[in-house]
């Protein structure tokens, strides 16, 4: 038996990015609850709702302990009246209202399948369900345009539905790796996103690539999607040019969560090996793969480890707390009107006034 804990003496900082989040956690029961609600928000367009359910479930994910009555909550920022609410309601009946009449509503389950498309956002989903449409189905039954990613999207949906092991995702590296060496020697390749936190599955599998001479990285994308291509690797990609420009992308830019990497959103075909498996011997595997110029290499690392809030809450700290502006490309510090380099991780904490905070438990 674990010692007891006295909640009251457990300081949450208010930050996501000041805190350690990780992985597993002692209050799902209440977190699943409340991500409903921001899923939903989301839903209805409304992301300052949204955000604010998100930052309430991440707080609770952060305790070293599983909440039993209100007094544990006394001393938690991020929890606003409506979390309240919904958590006072699952401690004391079990479960919200609330949450279970959004998760079984038409809307939101209609909503949920829809985004589920790869290539399908939540304006899109909107408009298909107020013309009625309900699932991937619907939308090949009544004939519905279709982009080429959502084609893609629809034609492999069950697959792309099932999680994707961290042995998938290993199997994937390898070939990645492989490609990638193949086309530009010496280039380094880094596993990101939910896998370099520590999961075991995730909805796809993200890589970062750079090289140690700036300049090598240019154009290497096309290079490793035709070798991909050329190895019957592919089943769908879409390659977006470096768009970066440190004088137009810096601090005069408004904010935005989209880098300008070279990057390729793509759909593997991966061999499974035992026919067991599958009926066909092979299933679709999401994968974003992402250029980075060496001289950026820290700033896309740690914009492409996540978690998504984690990444939120460091921009936000930098923006109200330090007078800075972090993106996946750089760190401009507006007080002294200069960028400031980084070859790590842990400096650009540092230069941010933040305790470093490994991957694993950046599952804000
Ligand atoms: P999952 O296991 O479900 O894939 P994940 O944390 O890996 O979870 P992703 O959506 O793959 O989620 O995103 C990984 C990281 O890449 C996140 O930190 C996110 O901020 C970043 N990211 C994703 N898409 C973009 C984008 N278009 N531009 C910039 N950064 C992005
Ligand atoms: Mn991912
Ligand atoms: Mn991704």
Redesign the pocket.
């Known amino acids: 038996p674990k010692p007891n804990i006295d909640p009251t003496a457990v300081l949450i900082k208010a930050y996501a990015c000041q805190r350690r989040t990780p992985l597993k956690h002692h209050n799902s029961f209440l977190t699943d609850a409340l991500e409903i609600l921001s899923q939903n928000a989301e839903y209805n367009d409304n992301e300052g709702r949204s955000v604010a359910f998100r930052r309430a479930a991440s707080v609770l994910k952060a305790l070293p302990y599983r909440v039993k009555n209100m007094e544990d909550l006394k001393s938690l920022p991020c929890l606003g009246d409506h979390s309240q609410r919904v958590i006072k309601e699952i401690l004391e009946d079990g479960s919200s209202r609330e949450v279970e009449s959004t998760r079984q509503s038409d809307k939101f389950q209609a909503m949920k399948a829809l985004t589920g498309i790869f290539g399908v956002g939540v304006r899109t989903a909107d408009r298909w369900f107020r013309e009625g449409l309900r699932s991937p189905d619907d939308l090949f039954r009544t004939g519905q345009q279709l982009n080429r990613a959502q084609q893609a999207g629809v034609q492999y949906y069950d697959d792309l539905q099932k999680p994707v092991t961290k042995a998938e995702a290993d199997v994937i590296s390898d070939i990645v790796e492989k490609a990638v060496r193949a086309v530009l020697p010496g280039a380094e390749i880094r596993l990101?996103?939910?896998?370099r936190?520590g999961?075991e599955v995730?909805?796809?599998v993200?890589f970062l690539i750079t090289h140690p001479e700036e300049g090598k990285e240019e154009g290497l994308m096309p290079k490793i999607t035709n070798w991909l291509e050329e190895q019957g690797l592919l089943l769908y990609q879409k390659t977006t040019r470096n768009s970066y420009l440190e004088k137009m992308d810096g601090p005069a830019r408004a904010p935005n969560?989209?880098?300008r990497f070279e990057r390729c959103f793509s759909i593997f075909k991966l061999q499974t090996g035992s026919e067991r498996a599958s009926v066909s011997g092979w299933r679709a595997v999401r994968v974003?793969l992402v250029v980075s110029p060496y001289s950026q290499f820290a700033f896309a690392t740690l914009?492409?480890?996540?978690?998504?809030l984690f990444?939120r809450e460091l921009r936000r700290w930098a923006g109200q707390e330090k007078h800075m502006s972090l993106s996946?490309h750089a760190l401009f510090d507006s007080k002294q009107n200069l960028y400031l380099r980084a070859k790590t991780e842990e400096e650009i904490f540092a230069y941010l006034g933040l305790e470093f905070i490994p991957p694993s438990e950046r599952n804000a």
Not at 192 to 195: L, V
Not at 303 to 308: A, F, H, N, Q, V
């Open positions: 990101m996103g939910g896998f936190r999961k995730g909805h796809d993200d969560n989209m880098d974003d914009g492409w480890t996540g978690s998504k990444e996946s």
